[in-house]
């Protein structure tokens, strides 16, 4: 006997689903520092160059594989092409496990700050942090703030609260996600509307900022850097090369519009870009403040500074600003837990509660190990903690880098191995706008193409540029003295590739090679 | 006293419009708010020796000007509205002591409502929300 798969509810409840999935931490802060940083205004024309082109493509092939399957992504890849597709599958959706074990690090750390906001810490003017330097040093208050709290065990408990929202959300599948995302989804729109209101229309010069973030630097368009940062900033803003869009995508009953979704979705997602991009944009523009293309930096000291500056009770605002933050990055860490869930259910017909139960163990250990309070680098030259440095290295391979590898081999199997022809089939069959050859030239060629060239503007300007695997040189940096810590420090850029290559690749293989429970029962 | 007296002498000399910056370190809640176009004096406490104004700092559109310094003081007419970033070697009041860098961020107005900036936000505003109304419109029908 087969077991019925679920389903949404409601298209609405899968296009709130699909698009808080998509709208993250980055959308909220992360935009603004990266249009101003590539030409304003001018950062439109590749940005919606690249939305056309390889955003809303790319989330109308992961949906249509999940619609046409209707299985979970790597079960998806293998029907698409066979074991190597199956590789494919579990390589992003064991990176997805990695990035959503650092990614509720990030949120610990927000519910940190939270914490810190309503009692009015993180809005004093300076803190002096106790281990920086040595014998401490003074520093802007959130950034003070940060620093002094990652040093402690505060997190550690936070990661355990994260988690465990994490699994209560997911904990009946698309049910419990469709009614928390009803809820989270519009609470985050409507907070940011607010939010642009006020920094727009009621501070004095905020619109100025808002006509600053849009003016276009027309030289910006002959860089190349400006429409790489565009096509990366697509990617990660649409949660795509996670698996996760094919996870959602296969709850649906098969005859649905999947361009009307991915398109319907896509804007969602670019257009409260759009808005946080302003209203955060205004503020810093109003106290003189200059963004940073880093969402760390703008998430934890650069809005927060600015929240400072605001003529607003602080604390209210800013336990609101922090709040916004952990109802959006958790709308999209459930997403990645379920495709994870999703993937070793279709696989293995374990039970949700007995994959949950794994997902959270191995997730809180994780992620525990992300938020290690051990001071590193005491005059903070690139990290501070142990967990910063791990949250460090682990997102530069599992995000920045594996990403756009399960984006490119997602094309190639999809375009090539099974044929693109298939997915715009299916897609056209229920859709009201048709997919012409376009779409095949796309798939084939266009994404990853571009996205090849990326991972190797990518490899150059990060890696070989500066001749040495991707954080080696932080332990001559950090000046740690001779010990354990300073060789575990020494050793940890190599261990953390390791473990990347082995947790991902190694593991999709073994995954790949294991019976599943289809075919043990054949 | 005699910067004081320098300002007020140029401020004297130049038109209405003109508006003085004391560069003096960020104070929360009172941002440096100057306009487009319009000559801006900067001055500091002690003497300043140099100033380097860097438009959108940090972005990969920097573009830099180098302000001519005269008694300390500075006048300066921003290029375009934004970010910009002073970067001024100034002496302390303490004659003996050596100039020191200074850096200061402050936002520059735009002198009229109307600009570029606003049509491209507009613009974008439109493809975005217009389509994703067409969009969730359509969603809401099928649904109901």
Same mark, same amino acid.
């Given at each position: 006997?087969?077991?019925?798969?679920?389903?949404?509810?409601?298209?609405?409840?899968?296009?709130?689903?699909?698009?808080g999935?998509?709208?993250?931490?980055?959308?909220?802060?992360?935009?603004?520092?990266?249009?101003?940083?590539?030409?304003?205004?001018?950062?439109?024309?590749?940005?919606?160059?690249?939305?056309?082109?390889?955003?809303?493509?790319?989330?109308?092939?992961?949906?249509?594989?999940?619609?046409?399957?209707?299985?979970?992504f790597?079960?998806?890849?293998?029907?698409?092409?066979?074991?190597?597709?199956?590789?494919?599958?579990?390589?992003?959706?064991?990176?997805?496990g990695?990035?959503?074990?650092?990614?509720?690090?990030?949120?610990?750390w927000?519910?940190?700050?939270?914490?810190?906001?309503?009692?009015?810490?993180?809005?004093?003017?300076?803190?002096?942090?106790?281990?920086?330097?040595?014998?401490?040093?003074?520093?802007?208050?959130?950034?003070?703030?940060?620093?002094?709290?990652?040093?402690?065990?505060?997190?550690?408990v936070?990661?355990?609260?994260?988690?465990?929202?994490?699994?209560?959300?997911?904990?009946?599948?698309?049910?419990?996600?469709?009614?928390?995302?009803?809820?989270f989804?519009?609470?985050?729109?409507?907070?940011?509307?607010?939010?642009v209101?006020?920094?727009?229309?009621?501070?004095?010069?905020?619109?100025?900022?808002?006509?600053?973030?849009?003016?276009?630097?027309?030289?910006?368009?002959?860089?190349?850097?400006?429409?790489?940062?565009s096509?990366?900033?697509?990617l990660?803003?649409?949660?795509?090369?996670?698996?996760?869009?094919?996870?959602?995508?296969?709850y649906?009953?098969?005859?649905?519009d999947?361009?009307?979704?991915?398109?319907?979705?896509?804007?969602?997602?670019?257009g409260?870009?759009w808005?946080?991009?302003?209203?955060?944009?205004?503020?810093?523009?109003?106290?003189?403040?200059?963004?940073?293309?880093?969402?760390?930096?703008?998430?934890?000291?650069?809005?927060?500074?600015?929240?400072?500056?605001?003529?607003?009770?602080?604390?209210?605002?800013?336990?609101?600003?922090?709040?916004?933050?952990?109802?959006?990055?958790?709308?999209?860490?459930?997403?990645?837990?379920?495709a994870?869930v999703a993937?070793?259910?279709d696989?293995?017909?374990?039970?949700?509660?007995k994959?949950?139960?794994?997902?959270?163990?191995?997730?809180?250990?994780?992620?525990?190990?992300?938020?290690?309070?051990?001071?590193?680098?005491?005059?903070?030259?690139?990290?501070?903690t142990?967990?910063?440095?791990?949250?460090d290295?682990?997102?530069?391979?599992?995000?920045?880098?594996?990403?756009?590898?399960?984006?490119?081999?997602?094309?190639?199997?999809?375009?090539?191995?099974?044929?693109?022809?298939?997915?715009?089939?299916?897609?056209?069959?229920?859709?009201?706008?048709?997919?012409?050859?376009?779409?095949?030239?796309?798939?084939?060629?266009?994404?990853?193409?571009?996205?090849?060239?990326?991972?190797?503007?990518?490899?150059?300007?990060?890696?070989?540029?500066?001749?040495?695997?991707?954080?080696?040189?932080?332990?001559?940096?950090?000046?740690?003295?001779?010990?354990?810590?300073?060789?575990?420090?020494?050793?940890l850029?190599?261990?953390?590739?390791?473990?990347?290559?082995?947790?991902?690749?190694g593991?999709?293989?073994?995954?790949?090679?294991?019976?599943?429970?289809?075919?043990?029962?054949? | 006293?005699?910067?004081?007296?320098?300002?007020?002498?140029?401020?004297?000399?130049?038109?209405?419009?003109?508006?003085?910056?004391?560069?003096?370190?960020?104070?929360?809640?009172?941002?440096?708010? @100057?306009?487009? =176009? %319009? #000559?801006?004096? +900067?001055?500091?406490?002690?003497? $300043?020796?140099?100033?380097?104004?860097?438009?959108?700092?940090?972005?990969? @559109?920097?573009? =830099? %000007? #180098?302000?001519? +310094?005269?008694?300390?003081?500075? $006048?300066?007419?921003?290029?375009?509205?934004?970010?910009?970033?002073f970067?001024?070697?100034? =002496?302390?009041?303490?004659?003996?002591?050596?100039?020191?860098?200074?850096?200061?961020?402050?936002?520059?107005?735009?002198?009229?409502?109307?600009s570029?900036?606003?049509?491209?936000?507009?613009?974008?505003?439109?493809?975005?929300?217009?389509?994703?109304?067409?969009?969730?419109?359509?969603?809401?029908?099928?649904e109901?």
């Amino acid at each position: 006997m087969t077991e019925q798969r679920a389903q949404w509810k409601s298209k609405m409840g899968f296009i709130l689903a699909a698009s808080g999935s998509a709208i993250g931490l980055g959308n909220i802060v992360v935009f603004s520092g990266n249009a101003y940083k590539f030409g304003g205004g001018a950062f439109y024309l590749p940005y919606f160059v690249a939305l056309f082109l390889i955003g809303i493509p790319v989330m109308i092939m992961e949906f249509g594989l999940g619609g046409m399957t209707r299985k979970s992504f790597p079960i998806a890849m293998r029907q698409a092409g066979g074991r190597a597709g199956e590789w494919v599958g579990w390589f992003a959706i064991l990176n997805a496990g990695i990035i959503s074990i650092w990614y509720v690090t990030l949120l610990a750390w927000v519910v940190g700050m939270g914490l810190g906001a309503m009692t009015n810490k993180v809005f004093v003017d300076t803190v002096t942090v106790d281990w920086v330097g040595g014998t401490g040093a003074p520093m802007q208050g959130p950034q003070g703030y940060f620093f002094q709290m990652i040093a402690g065990w505060l997190p550690v408990v936070c990661v355990i609260v994260v988690w465990a929202l994490n699994v209560i959300i997911t904990w009946r599948g698309t049910q419990t996600i469709e009614k928390a995302v009803k809820v989270f989804v519009p609470l985050m729109w409507v907070a940011m509307i607010l939010l642009v209101v006020q920094g727009l229309f009621f501070l004095d010069g905020g619109f100025d900022g808002g006509k600053v973030l849009f003016t276009p630097h027309k030289e910006a368009l002959g860089q190349l850097s400006v429409w790489q940062g565009s096509v990366s900033q697509i990617l990660f803003t649409l949660s795509l090369g996670f698996g996760v869009m094919t996870a959602y995508a296969s709850y649906l009953p098969k005859k649905s519009d999947m361009t009307h979704n991915a398109v319907t979705t896509s804007l969602l997602n670019c257009g409260f870009e759009w808005i946080a991009g302003a209203a955060i944009f205004s503020i810093l523009f109003v106290y003189a403040i200059e963004p940073k293309a880093s969402t760390l930096a703008m998430m934890y000291f650069t809005v927060p500074w600015g929240i400072k500056a605001l003529p607003v009770n602080h604390q209210v605002f800013g336990t609101a600003f922090f709040l916004l933050l952990l109802v959006a990055g958790l709308t999209s860490s459930i997403s990645l837990v379920e495709a994870v869930v999703a993937a070793a259910r279709d696989k293995f017909r374990a039970s949700r509660m007995k994959v949950l139960a794994i997902v959270f163990v191995i997730g809180v250990v994780g992620s525990v190990l992300c938020s290690l309070p051990t001071i590193v680098d005491q005059d903070l030259k690139e990290t501070g903690t142990l967990g910063l440095l791990l949250v460090d290295l682990f997102g530069h391979w599992s995000f920045d880098t594996g990403l756009i590898i399960v984006a490119i081999l997602e094309c190639i199997v999809i375009g090539w191995v099974m044929g693109v022809d298939k997915i715009r089939a299916y897609v056209n069959d229920n859709s009201r706008f048709n997919l012409g050859l376009w779409f095949n030239a796309l798939i084939k060629w266009v994404i990853p193409g571009s996205l090849s060239y990326i991972l190797i503007y990518n490899f150059v300007e990060y890696d070989a540029k500066k001749g040495a695997l991707y954080g080696s040189t932080y332990a001559a940096k950090f000046g740690l003295p001779e010990g354990p810590l300073a060789s575990i420090v020494a050793a940890l850029p190599i261990i953390a590739l390791v473990v990347w290559v082995v947790g991902t690749a190694g593991v999709a293989l073994w995954l790949t090679r294991s019976k599943g429970a289809e075919e043990e029962t054949a | 006293m005699r910067l004081a007296l320098a300002t007020l002498l140029l401020c004297g000399a130049l038109s209405a419009q003109t508006r003085t910056l004391h560069i003096e370190g960020y104070v929360a809640g009172k941002p440096y708010l @100057v306009v487009n =176009k %319009e #000559t801006t004096i +900067v001055a500091r406490a002690g003497s $300043m020796k140099s100033l380097t104004v860097t438009y959108r700092p940090g972005s990969e @559109v920097e573009e =830099k %000007e #180098t302000v001519k +310094v005269t008694g300390g003081i500075a $006048m300066w007419k921003p290029k375009s509205a934004g970010l910009a970033k002073f970067d001024a070697m100034i =002496k302390p009041p303490d004659s003996a002591a050596k100039p020191a860098p200074y850096s200061e961020i402050v936002s520059i107005r735009f002198d009229s409502a109307v600009s570029l900036g606003l049509i491209v936000m507009l613009f974008a505003g439109l493809i975005l929300f217009g389509g994703a109304y067409v969009s969730v419109r359509a969603l809401l029908r099928e649904e109901t």
